[in-house]
């Protein structure tokens, strides 16, 4: 059975704003055991349901990467709702990194490990100019494998990576370490 919280968001004052910090954890669902024993799943489908918050998440994204790219990429899934978003509140054109086979036309692949297995992620070629900077948004970042599979792909097709931006970051599962020598900005951090 799978136990679950619903944060509430604690604002320090009417008039002063709560950090991200402590906004976006507060606005996730989380789930115990889900989905295998042992693990703590944050639902950030509550957090794109509040439109204050979510709102609150673009602006805080559009402010920390403003002028450092061209376009936006949305890793599969929530990434697309993060990108799209961006883009329209900044003008900007948007990428979409797919799972496998899910591109019609020639694609850039890039496979990564998953706990029991591969999966893999593509990019349609040639959309973009050479040199173009690409800013890849994902909900979270845990491991980091999907993320370290879109810079790869980003920069397969001979463009940059600008930053990597996150709602969530799972402290101590990896992820900033893989993905070092890239800039990342997480809106809030939570320790695993």
Request: with cysteine; aromatic share 8%; proline share 3%.
């Amino acid at each position: 059975m799978h136990s679950i919280r619903h944060r509430k968001a604690r604002y320090m004052s009417v008039t002063e704003p709560a950090p991200m910090q402590q906004i976006v954890p507060d606005a996730c669902t989380t789930i115990e055991n889900y989905p295998h024993e042992g693990i703590l799943f944050y639902d950030v489908t509550t957090l794109f349901a509040n439109a204050k918050v979510f709102k609150q998440c673009i602006d805080e994204l559009a402010r920390r990467f403003e002028g450092t790219y061209d376009v936006v990429a949305g890793v599969e899934a929530r990434g697309f709702l993060l990108a799209s978003a961006l883009a329209y509140a900044t003008g900007k054109g948007i990428m979409t990194v797919r799972k496998a086979g899910k591109l019609p036309r020639e694609t850039f692949r890039e496979e990564y490990s998953l706990e029991y297995g591969t999966a893999a992620v593509e990019i349609h070629c040639n959309d973009f100019p050479t040199g173009t900077r690409v800013l890849l948004l994902d909900d979270i970042l845990a491991t980091g494998g999907t993320l370290v599979a879109a810079a790869k792909l980003v920069e397969r097709a001979q463009l940059q990576v600008a930053g990597i931006g996150v709602l969530l970051e799972l402290d101590g599962l990896g992820g900033r370490t893989a993905l070092e020598s890239y800039h990342i900005e997480s809106l809030s951090a939570v320790t695993e």
